[in-house]
């Protein structure tokens, strides 16, 4: 790497701006060139001296406090759902919740219609009998009568 080339680079190189490859060429460089280490320290020399001359003027008093309770404020604001919104949610639970409802009621007609149409074709093949049904639970109690015959 040429002097030219680290004299361009130089600035990067304090920030660890460049790549790992560029680092090494300037560094493997540096640790040669005289020249362009003087002009390294003196680019660092200058950033100290620049850094050093910024003040960070004070802040008014009372100025966090305004700042933190204006924050607090947008907080509790922004915490706080619209009516509309809230409504629009219940709205969309509740439609949600009687969709889910008449589904499950389709599925359990689907169910006992399947389940009669099965009994009543065999008992029109004379292969089950059905009770009147369980004393505990009420489902009608099936037997078979025959076995394998259709």
């Given amino acids: 790497m040429t002097c030219r080339n680290v004299e361009t680079k130089l600035s990067a190189f304090v920030d660890s701006e460049l790549t790992?490859?560029?680092?090494?060429?300037?560094?493997?460089?540096?640790?040669?060139?005289e020249s362009c280490r003087f002009e390294l320290e003196a680019l660092r020399t200058v950033r100290s001296l620049v850094q050093d001359s910024l003040e960070t003027p004070p802040l008014p008093d009372g100025l966090e406090a305004r700042l933190l309770s204006a924050l607090d404020a947008e907080d509790r604001k922004s915490?706080?759902?619209?009516?509309?919104?809230v409504f629009a949610g219940g709205?969309?639970?509740?439609?949600?919740l009687l969709g889910f409802v008449s589904m499950n009621q389709?599925?359990?007609?689907?169910?006992?219609?399947?389940?009669?149409?099965?009994?009543e074709r065999r008992l029109?093949?004379?292969?089950?009998?059905?009770?009147?049904?369980?004393?505990?639970?009420?489902?009608p109690i099936v037997t078979a009568t025959a076995y394998g015959r259709r």
């Fill in 20 to 33: 790992g490859r560029e680092m090494f060429a300037v560094r493997s460089h540096l640790a040669e060139c």
């Fill in 79 to 85: 915490a706080r759902p619209s009516p509309r919104l």
């Fill in 91 to 96: 709205l969309v639970c509740a439609l949600a």
């Fill in 106 to 119: 389709k599925i359990e007609r689907d169910k006992e219609r399947q389940f009669v149409e099965g009994v």
């Fill in 124 to 139: 029109r093949s004379d292969i089950v009998f059905v009770s009147d049904g369980d004393a505990i639970s009420g489902a």
